[in-house]
C-alpha cells in the first residue's frame, strides 16, 4: 500500500458539526473494546507541534518525501542536517496526560489496541502496550541497502563526531523532529554512512510517498475488525494511511467517534466530532470513570 502524498484537506460544508459533550467518549469507553487510532494532535502539549492545526508546520515546512531523499544526496544532507537538530529536542519530549490518560485505559481493559500515526514513541513512554506504530519511529535507523537497524542515539552521537562546532539556531521544530533551517546552516553538514555496508541510512519512519509495510498495515485492519468501535484522538485523517481504518471501521458497522478541535476528512463517517482540546478531553474523561492516570 502506498501512502499518499496528501499535505491538505480541504472540508466540505456538508460535514456534520462537532460537539463540546464528553458523553459520548465516556460511553464508548464504559462499552469496552476500543481501538484508539491516535495522530499529532495527540503529541502537541508535548512540545511537539501537528501539522494542520492552527499552528501546524505544513504553514512554513514541506515534509520530506521518499522519493526526494533517495533520489539526492544533497537531499538527503538537508534532511539529516535538520533532524540531527531537531532530535534533540524530540528527544527530550516526555508524555502528556492525554498519553496517560489512554494508557490507563488499556490497563483498566477498556481498549481493544492503540494504532498511532506518530513516530515519538510517547504512547508508549506513557506505558501503552503493544502499539502499532503505523507510520515507524524516530528512534530507530535503517540502511536501505542492507536494512541493518541501529538506534537513533548511536547516529546522533556518529553525527555529532563528523560534525563538531554544529550549532545552529532553528527557527522551529516540526512534527517530524526535523528542525527549520535555513540551506545556508546545513551546507557542510556531514552524513555518514552505514556501518555495516557504507549504504545510505534512513529513519524507520514512513515519509510522504513511501510504501507502508503490507504486513503492518493488514495487522491495522485485524485490530479494526476485531474492535468493538474506533476512537481516533487528534488526527487530521488527511492521509489515507490512517482514513482507510475509519472508513474500514465504518463500512463494517463500527461506531466511530473524533476527538479533535478541528473537523476532520473522516467526520462523514463517525457518530459525532468532540471539538475539545484533547489532553483536557482525555483526562476530564478519566476522572468521570474514575480510572486514576497513574496507578
Known amino acids: ?50 501539522y494542520r492545526g492552527e499552528n501546524g508546520s505544513l504553514s512554513r515546512h514541506t515534509p520530506m518525501t521518499y522519493q526526494d531523499f533517495t533520489a539526492s544526496a544533497q537531499a538527503r544532507r538537508r534532511y539529516w542536517a535538520r533532524s540531527h537538530l531537531g532530535w534533540r529536542t524530540f528527544g527530550r519530549a516526555r508524555p502528556n496526560d492525554g498519553h496517560r490518560a489512554v494508557a490507563a485505559f488499556g490497563r483498566h481493559g477498556l481498549l481493544s489496541g492503540v494504532i498511532t500515526q506518530n513516530v515519538d514513541g510517547l504512547h508508549q513512554f506513557a506505558g501503552s502496550e503493544g502499539v502499532v506504530e503505523l507510520h515507524g519511529s524516530l528512534d530507530r535507523v535503517v540502511c536501505l541497502s542492507c536494512r ?13 563526531k563528523a560534525n563538531p562546532g554544529f550549532e545552529p539556531v532553528a527557527a522551529a521544530l516540526n512534527p517530524d523532529g526535523d528542525a527549520d533551517l535555513a540551506d ?100 476530564t474523561v478519566a476522572g468521570r470513570l474514575d480510572i486514576p492516570l497513574v496507578d
Open 184 to 283: 545556508e546552516q546545513v551546507v557542510d553538514f556531514q552524513v555518514v554512512p552505514c556501518t555495516v555496508c557504507g549504504g545510505i541510512l534512513k529513519p524507520d519512519v514512513v515519509f510522504f510517498g513511501e510504501t507502508v509495510p503490507p504486513s503492518r498495515v493488514e495487522h491495522c485492519r485485524r485490530l479494526v475488525r476485531e474492535a468493538t468501535s474506533l476512537m481516533v484522538l487528534g488526527s487530521s485523517l488527511t492521509v489515507m494511511s490512517g482514513f482507510r481504518f475509519v472508513r474500514e471501521a465504518a463500512q463494517a458497522g463500527k461506531p466511530v467517534l473524533i476527538v479533535n478541535r478541528d473537523p476532520t476528512r473522516g467526520d462523514q463517517h463517525a457518530l459525532t466530532r468532540v471539538a475539545v482540546p484533547l489532553e483536557a478531553a482525555l483526562t
Open 148 to 160: 541493518a537497524s541501529t538506534s537513533r542515539r548511536e547516529l546522533a552521537q556518529r553525527l555529532e
Open 1 to 50: 500500500m502506498r501512502m499518499r502524498p496528501t499535505l491538505s484537506w480541504t472540508p466540505t460544508g456538508d460535514l456534520p458539526p462537532g460537539t463540546t459533550d464528553l458523553e459520548p467518549v465516556t460511553d464508548m469507553l464504559n462499552t469496552g473494546g476500543v481501538l484508539v487510532l491516535s495522530g499529532a494532535g495527540m503529541s502537541t502539549e508535548s512540545g511537539i507541534p501537528d
